[in-house]
């Protein structure tokens, strides 16, 4: 069974930065697809970022060339960098790993960005 725990959400304001972690158990982490997804107030949940096992990553339209989603194996941690941060970009954000039948998510962390 595969656990993920996300930190780094908090307030911040338009044009900041902020570092998300999402921190994962087991043995399967280095062979795994991880997303970031994010679901502000009233909307549907929305994929933002993925990497995969090799490092190839891609992004949601909205967030291109402000976040990069980053891996480290050795500590079975994935990183979203954001940065230039918009009112948009609040929700909460959702740590993701797919591999095979296993389909884990995180608690989510808020992050709001607000004057």
């Known amino acids: 069974q595969v656990r993920l725990v996300e930190s780094g959400g908090g307030l911040v304001q338009p044009g900041g930065s902020l570092r998300l972690s999402c921190a994962a158990s087991?043995?399967?982490?280095?062979?795994?697809?991880v997303d970031w997804y994010r679901q502000a107030p009233g909307k549907e949940r929305e994929l933002v970022a993925v990497i995969t096992s090799g490092g190839s990553t891609i992004y949601t339209d909205s967030v291109k060339g402000r976040f990069t989603i980053s891996r480290e194996n050795s500590k079975n941690t994935v990183f979203l960098q954001m940065n230039i941060l918009k009112p948009e970009d609040t929700g909460v954000y959702y740590c993701?790993?797919?591999?095979?039948?296993?389909?884990?998510w995180g608690q989510g962390t808020q992050v709001t960005v607000s004057s």
């Open positions: 993701h790993l797919r591999y095979f039948s296993i389909d884990a």
């Open positions: 087991g043995t399967i982490f280095n062979l795994s697809t």
